[in-house]
């Protein structure tokens, strides 16, 4: 079985915390602080939130002085919804068609 790219997104995102901050970071780059006072989460708990997403590729952590500030990866979540819409279509195609029994 082949892993696809939206596979991996909608896992992540299947946690509403992780969806949370992935919308909030699509409104721009965020530090650990603003996520925190923007979720209502743990410190540790948003941070090991960014981890999974980092680790995944949907995030990018960039340093700034003392901080270190996250941005969300538009060409994944791009790619994740390319391969949705494709799944979509066929769909739609696929409609009216049945398999024997």
């Known amino acids: 079985m082949v892993i696809s790219v939206a596979d991996d997104v909608m896992k992540l995102l299947a946690d509403p ?3 949370h901050i992935v919308r909030l970071l699509a ?5 650990t602080c603003h996520l925190v006072a ?3 989460a743990t410190q540790s708990n948003v941070s090991n939130h960014l981890r999974a997403l980092r680790h995944a590729g949907v995030v990018a952590a960039e340093p700034w002085g003392r901080f270190t500030y996250y941005r969300l990866q538009a060409d994944v979540i791009e790619a994740a919804a390319e391969q949705l819409g494709a799944l979509a279509a066929r769909a739609r195609a696929t409609v009216d068609a049945r398999r024997e029994c």
């Open 17 to 19: 915390l992780r969806a």
């Open 27 to 31: 409104e721009g780059p965020a530090c």
């Open 38 to 40: 923007d979720t209502g």
